[in-house]
């Protein structure tokens, strides 16, 4: 069975100083990792997703995130954070179950602090 | 676009109520979802379906029910409402069920079960 492990519930890190949000990850297969994030009171938003090729992924915001593949990891990065990043941030993995259809599994999400 | 609308943004119901919680998009995708939000669990799946008249079951599937009779709408009907399905409802879609597209999230339905 699939799974994704965030490991920090919350990071918190100075505005200007580079922020890493951590996240590892389980599959059978080939490995569809996905990286939202969620502010107060909305819906998620897309930030970047690894499908295959350069392990560096750049995304919306400034984001990127890096795959790693034999450490099973996709940490997402930014080498400056901002306050207004503060928010909840989800890694999620899609695999195809045994049935045949995809399946998609979230983190249980890492609050991210960005103190001014 | 107007993207993934749900309605309403907040309910609340007694014990034993139905109801039916709203999603709708306009972007002509393919695979909708239905997820529900809980402190500490991150997002479950409830429901899914990858195409009008096709519906399957998530991880959390007990109480609730979908049907999907167009592409646009994917609605969740909750049969009788329990204090334990007391969260926030996350709908999303993605362009086809192809396990490398993103999915775009409406803005949620918070609910609350008395």
């Known amino acids: 069975a699939q799974s994704v492990a965030q490991p920090e519930d919350q990071v918190n890190v100075a505005e200007g100083n580079p922020l890493t949000v951590k996240c590892t990850y389980s599959?059978?297969?080939?490995?569809?990792l996905f990286w939202y994030v969620q502010y107060p009171n909305r819906g998620l938003q897309f930030l970047l997703k690894y499908i295959t090729g350069d392990n560096l992924v750049k995304g919306s915001y400034g984001f990127e995130a890096e795959f790693n593949k034999s450490q099973t990891s996709f940490h997402l990065k930014k080498p400056s954070a901002l306050v207004s990043d503060s928010a909840l941030y989800f890694c999620?993995?899609?695999?195809?179950?045994?049935?045949?259809?995809?399946?998609?599994?979230f983190g249980i999400g890492t609050k991210l602090q960005v103190i001014p | 676009n107007a993207g993934v609308t749900q309605t309403p943004k907040f309910q609340v119901l007694k014990t034993g109520q139905s109801m039916t919680l709203q999603c709708a998009q306009d972007?002509?995708?393919?695979?909708m979802s239905w997820y529900r939000q809980d402190p500490g669990m991150g997002l479950r799946l409830i429901h899914y379906s990858v195409g009008a008249g096709i519906t399957d079951q998530g991880e959390v599937p007990n109480g609730y029910n979908v049907s999907r009779s167009t592409t646009e709408d994917f609605p969740l009907r909750l049969l009788s409402a329990a204090p334990s399905q007391t969260s926030v409802y996350f709908c999303?879609?993605?362009?086809?069920?192809?396990?490398?597209?993103?999915?775009?999230f409406g803005p949620g339905t918070r609910l609350t079960v008395l």
């Open positions: 999303a879609s993605s362009f086809t069920s192809g396990i490398t597209n993103e999915q775009f």
């Open positions: 999620a993995v899609r695999d195809w179950d045994s049935g045949g259809y995809q399946k998609v599994t």
């Open positions: 599959v059978s297969g080939n490995p569809y």
């Open positions: 972007m002509n995708h393919e695979y």
